[in-house]
Each structure stands twice: as structure tokens, then as C-alpha cells.
């Protein structure tokens, strides 16, 4: 099985040691990814993504592979300020403040007035918007409640393209038809796992991220449009790196780490769904490139069925389906 140019549009590649340690987890296989701006201090200046880029460059070596950068928005974002940061960025992340990892710079409120100036901006600029959707709700609620925020948004700035980051619910797939300018990413975990695998049994604090893992309805819609890859939805892990010690922890930090698996599974959930190979392909790389209009390093990933081993940690970071093994394996890497 073969996948061309696979792209990752939503990756958590941090910084300093944890960067050097993971970056080519993904960087190996593929051909880029849209690199989260949740490092502390969250890069929101030109000087913090360029330098942050040539970390990321630095970090994957002779590796093929292109971090798309984006910036944490913030609402004092002028459109002279994002006319100067326009060719260093692929789209800016909208997080609610507070929500995530490392997010309590992000927005409070959702006052359309407020965020007109920029988004406005944005919009006129052709950049697009990548939005964490979940409000401060109950924590099984969150996303459903932030749908009617993407859809003022979305009314608000029909030009401006709006990426409802990795969703996790069968409101936020529904809202996908209802507004023209409303795109998805969807991570693996999402499409894999319910709150039952997380805290039905054992506690499982590698599974452990936000958003948590919904109900089984959830993932059915969720499935439903990964594997007949809808035109408006992309894969994007959310692959989060976080230290062993950070996850098995009282205070257990939010995020799962999938890069190093993320193809093999996908390869092996789409043949057990009996979807057909091109729209894996479209779901990985294809839908990506229409929707961001970008052109993505030629890069051809073989996979071949061969059981697969997981290590039990990748540099101190424990991976989704540590010491499990899985159908795919990594054969070869074409490059051109
Ligand atoms: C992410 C992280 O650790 O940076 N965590 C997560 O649970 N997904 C942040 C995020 O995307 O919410
Ligand atoms: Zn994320």
C-alpha cells in the first residue's frame, strides 16, 4: 500500500529537548504538517515563528519535510501586522482561553465586534482560522456547546475559511454541510476511541486528551466522514507529545502522542472499514492540499502488512499502542 505526500494538519511538535526528541517522528514520514503555536511564551510575533520554524528545520535534519507555522491569534492582531507575517504563516490558532495545554493566552468571550478587526483581516488576507471549539462547560458538552459560536463565526466572515480543530462530535460533523466556510481535522484516537476506553475501565492517562473522547455515536459520525473522506475534512493527529512523568501523574496533562503510528493505523482502520485506498489518500494528503492550497513535498510512504511492534516509548514519550502490536509497518520511504 502505497500514500503519497501525507500530510498532518494538526501536530504538536514543542520545543527545546522534547522538539529534537520527537520532530522526526513525524518529519520521516510525512511530507509536512500545520505546527501548533502552544509553546510558552505562545508564538505570536514574526521574529517567534521564523525562529521557531528554524528550530523545527534544525531539529529534523535532512528529513523532507515542511512545518506549515501558524501564530496564536490574538485579537490585537492588526491587518498592517498580518500584511508583514502573511508568507511566513499558513494559518493562525484561535485557542479559548484557558482550555488546553499551555492556552491561557487565548480568547474569552466570543464577542463577534471584538474579533472583527482581525478577523476581518484575515479574511481579506486569505488566511485561514484554526479553531480549538469547546467552551468552559461540562467537559462532555464543550464541543457541542461551541457549535453555535463556529456558526456566528462562520456567518460573521463567509470569506474567511474556519478549521474546526479536531472534532470529536456528531454536532460539529453536521455543522460541516450547514456553512460553506466550516472545514474539519480529525484526529486517529477520535476515530478509534469513546470515553469507555479512557475511563470506563483501567484509567488510561495516554489516552487522556482534549477533547476527551465522546460516545459511541460520536465516533460512528465521525467515522462516516474520515473514510468516505468528505471534502471538507482532513487529518490532522493532534499528536501531543507530553514527558512519561506529565501523563502518569496525579495531574495527568492532556494529549495524545500518534505521530510515529498515526499511517500504519489509519492504513489498517481504513482496510478494516473496507474504504477504498484513494480516499485514505484523499483524507491524508488530498482534501489538505485543496483546502490550504498548499503543495506538499513529494514524499511516497510503502506500508506493508507486517505486524509491528510498538515501542514502549519513544525518548521518555509513550506512544498510543505502546508495547501493542499493529497490522502495518513502515517499508520504505520514496523520495521525488
Ligand atoms: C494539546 C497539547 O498538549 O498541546 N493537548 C491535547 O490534549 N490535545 C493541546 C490541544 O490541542 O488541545
Ligand atoms: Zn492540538
Do not use: W
Amino acid at each position: 500500500m502505497q500514500l503519497t505526500a501525507p500530510l498532518d494538519m494538526h501536530l504538536h511538535l514543542r520545543d527545546g529537548e522534547m522538539l529534537d526528541n520527537i520532530a522526526k517522528s513525524s518529519a520521516q514520514t510525512f511530507s509536512g504538517a500545520i505546527i501548533m503555536p502552544n509553546l510558552v511564551p505562545p508564538v505570536s510575533t514574526k521574529e517567534e515563528v521564523i525562529a521557531y520554524k528554524n528550530r523545527i528545520l534544525n531539529a529534523i535534519g535532512d528529513e523532507q519535510f515542511t512545518p506549515y507555522m501558524t501564530l496564536f491569534f490574538k485579537p490585537t492582531y492588526d491587518k498592517a501586522f498580518l500584511e508583514s507575517i502573511r508568507d511566513e504563516i499558513t494559518a493562525i490558532k484561535l485557542y479559548p482561553a484557558g482550555i488546553t495545554t499551555n492556552s491561557e493566552g487565548g480568547v474569552s468571550g466570543f464577542d463577534v465586534e471584538e474579533l472583527r478587526p482581525t478577523l476581518e483581516a484575515m479574511s481579506e488576507l486569505d488566511i485561514p482560522l484554526c479553531i480549538h471549539g469547546e467552551t468552559n462547560g461540562f467537559v462532555m458538552d464543550r464541543e457541542a456547546e461551541f457549535v453555535s459560536i463556529y456558526e456566528r463565526l462562520a456567518t460573521a466572515f463567509p470569506k474567511l475559511k474556519i478549521i474546526m480543530e479536531h472534532i470529536t462530535t456528531k454536532e460539529s460533523v453536521a455543522a460541516l454541510d450547514k456553512y460553506e466556510n466550516l472545514y474539519a481535522t480529525i484526529t486517529l484516537h477520535h476515530l478509534l476511541i469513546t470515553l469507555d476506553d479512557v475511563a470506563g475501565g483501567m484509567l488510561k492517562p495516554h489516552l487522556f486528551c482534549k477533547p476527551i473522547a465522546k460516545r459511541p455515536e460520536d465516533k460512528v459520525a465521525l467515522l462516516k466522514v474520515a473514510l468516505e473522506a468528505h471534502p471538507k475534512v482532513m487529518f490532522g493527529s493532534d499528536s501531543a507529545p507530553h514527558p512519561r512523568e506529565a501523563k502518569e501523574a496525579c495531574g495527568c496533562a492532556a494529549g495524545v502522542f500518534t505521530a510515529p503510528i498515526a499511517l500504519q493505523v489509519l492504513a489498517e482502520l481504513f482496510e478494516n472499514e473496507n474504504a477504498p485506498l484513494e480516499n485514505l489518500q484523499a483524507f491524508v494528503s488530498g482534501n489538505a492540499q485543496h483546502i490550504y492550497g498548499v503543495k506538499p513535498l513529494p514524499k511516497t510512504v510503502v506500508l506493508e502488512k507486517k505486524p509491528f511492534t510498538v515501542p514502549s516509548s519513544y525518548n521518555g514519550v509513550v506512544p498510543m499502542y505502546a508495547d501493542e502490536e499493529i497490522a502495518y509497518s513502515i517499508k520504505e520511504i520514496i523520495y521525488g
